[in-house]
């Protein structure tokens, strides 16, 4: 297929394991705003600089 050999390379999905806030008390949903920005500082972290 002429497109996959021209496309740049897919990342692979991340599953990070986050609650649902839904209907949460405020002190759950800062404990998971906290869990995703820690999964995003670490991927950041992985990532080569410019």
């Given at each position: 297929?002429?497109?996959?050999?021209?496309?740049?390379?897919?990342?692979?999905?991340?599953?990070?394991?986050?609650?649902?806030?839904?209907?949460?008390?405020?002190?759950?949903?800062r404990a998971?705003?906290?869990?995703?920005?820690?999964?995003?500082?670490?991927?950041?972290?992985?990532?080569?600089?410019?």
């Amino acid at each position: 297929m002429a497109f996959a050999s021209t496309a740049p390379p897919i990342a692979p999905a991340m599953d990070w394991p986050v609650a649902d806030p839904d209907g949460a008390p405020i002190e759950a949903v800062r404990a998971i705003r906290d869990a995703i920005d820690a999964h995003v500082t670490d991927l950041l972290a992985t990532l080569p600089t410019a």
